[in-house]
Structures are given as C-alpha cells and as structure tokens.
C-alpha cells in the first residue's frame, strides 16, 4: 500500500494505458498488452483507441519500457517462466526502432511472419501556418536567395543528421551557405521558425504534425540519401489470444487504423 501513491503520482498526467489501466472502464473486457517503447506511445496509444472503438469488448493496455528494458522484459517473460508483465500477459511488441524487433525475431520471442508496418516517419519542410507561399522542397529554398533553413544539430540529432544527408545528396550545400540555421534538435528548429529566426525548418513529419495549429507541412522531403524511418509492431510468441492479436495487427492497416496514424503526421509504407 506504501508504494500505491508512487504508482498514482507516476501515472498523473500520463494516458491511463501507460500505467496499466484501460483506456476506458468495462467491466468483462477482454485485455489486450502491447509492451512499446516511450518513442511510441502516442501512435500506438492512438491505434489502441481506435481498435477499442471498433471491438467495445476489448481494452487495450500499454507496458511502456525503453528499447533496452523492453528487450529485458521480453527475455525475463519468455525465459523465467513468468506470465507476463504487471499489465498483463503480453500480446504484442512494438519497439521503438525495427532493429530491436530484428533482434527479438531472431530469438524467436516474437512470432516470425507477424510484424506489420503501422507508420512510417519522414522528413518534412515546416513553416510558420501563417506563411501563406512557402517553398515545397529543399531546392526551391536552395533556388531562392532570402530564405533562411532551420536545422537540427547533425553531430548530436538524427534528425540532424539525415537532414545533412539529404542536403549533401542534392548538392545544396553551397547555395545554402550563410543561409543555414544550426539548432539544437526539434524542438529547437521549431523554436526558431516561430520566432522569425529562419522562414523554414527540417522536421520529422510526426514532430511538426504536433504542432499543427502553429505550423503546416508545407512539403515531405523523399530522398534515395535516407530511407523513411518504419515503425512496426510483432506478436509475442506467447501471446494468449493469437486470434485477437492478428485483428489488431491486420487493423493496423486497415483504413480506420491508418487515419488515426495520419492524424499525427505518420505515412503508412
């Protein structure tokens, strides 16, 4: 019972999956876990709404762990024996990057032939919403001499460094000279754009998609230099309900699980 306020106290302020709870009371529901990484939270929150909205007898709950405890969790699950996590058994796995997923599938602690692409993550040219004519790619702002580029810092970011990538592939680099705004990360490159100190920014498209009444897309930058970023999501070898598991997964790429993605800026593959 001590440790009870801890619990809520962690829980305040977090979508009530994250902590183990549903997402919505009901009482004889059936329980649906997906162990994610924090990097996912939102989507997957997102897809585990609107499959409870299309099954009212399921409730879906998150077990959020980062990519290096949500592959400790996994192992302890599938070789201690136990049952699962304090949410539940474990149906479904979605790290925060397919590499992690790679590795899970070769350990065999996700079913091989189960994973499915939910969203993908590219990177987008963002300006302030007011801005009504806006470049639409990285050589329109390369071509026109006043436009100022805001973008993260590419020794520290990954979003940095894919955006020094794809500028370096299209041989801009020069044409950009003087004209190069170096922020921090993403928060800081949309930082920048509002305050006037560059007219556009290089963001993912699921970060500047957060910022909608603030900023627009104004253009998705498609380059050979850097592939999009996948997100996808696997069943649990010891998942307790396979049948359920293959609806969620097949739901994700249903209509009605790719427009609660496209709401946050993601793209399906």
Not at 85 to 109: F, I, K, N, T, W
Not at 199 to 210: C, H, M, N, Q
Not at 222 to 236: E, N
Request: one cysteine or more; hydrophobic letters at 45%; aromatic letters at 4%.
């Amino acid at each position: 019972m001590r440790q009870l306020p801890v619990i809520l106290s962690m829980c305040l302020g977090l979508p009530a999956a994250v902590c183990g709870l549903p997402v919505t009371p009901s009482a004889g529901a059936e329980a649906l876990v997906i162990a994610v990484s924090p990097s996912l939270l939102v989507p997957v929150e997102a897809l585990g709404r609107a499959f409870e909205a299309a099954h009212p007898n399921v409730r879906v709950h998150l077990h959020v762990d980062n990519a290096l405890d949500l592959r400790r969790t996994i192992a302890a699950v599938h070789n201690d024996g136990r049952h699962g996590v304090s949410a539940g058994a474990v149906h479904l796995v979605a790290p925060g990057d397919d590499e992690l997923l790679d590795r899970l599938e070769q350990r065999y602690y996700v079913l091989p032939g189960t994973r499915r692409v939910y969203a993908v993550t590219r990177l987008a040219l963002v300006v302030p919403e007011s801005l009504a004519d806006a470049p639409e790619s990285l050589e329109q702002v390369a071509r026109t001499p006043n436009i100022r580029l805001a973008v993260a810092d590419p020794q520290d970011t990954d979003l940095g460094w894919q955006t020094r990538q794809v500028l370096q592939a299209l041989g801009v680099l020069a044409a950009l000279e003087g004209r190069i705004d170096v922020a921090a990360d993403a928060d800081a490159v949309l930082d920048h754009v509002l305050k006037g100190q560059a007219d556009v920014g290089v963001l993912f498209s699921s970060d500047a998609a957060r910022e909608g009444e603030r900023i627009r897309i104004s253009g998705v930058v498609q380059h050979a230099a850097v592939a999009p970023v996948s997100h996808s999501v696997a069943m649990d070898r010891f998942c307790p309900n396979r049948q359920l598991c293959l609806e969620f997964l097949e739901f994700t790429q249903s209509s009605a699980g790719q427009a609660a993605i496209r709401q946050l800026g993601y793209e399906l593959k």
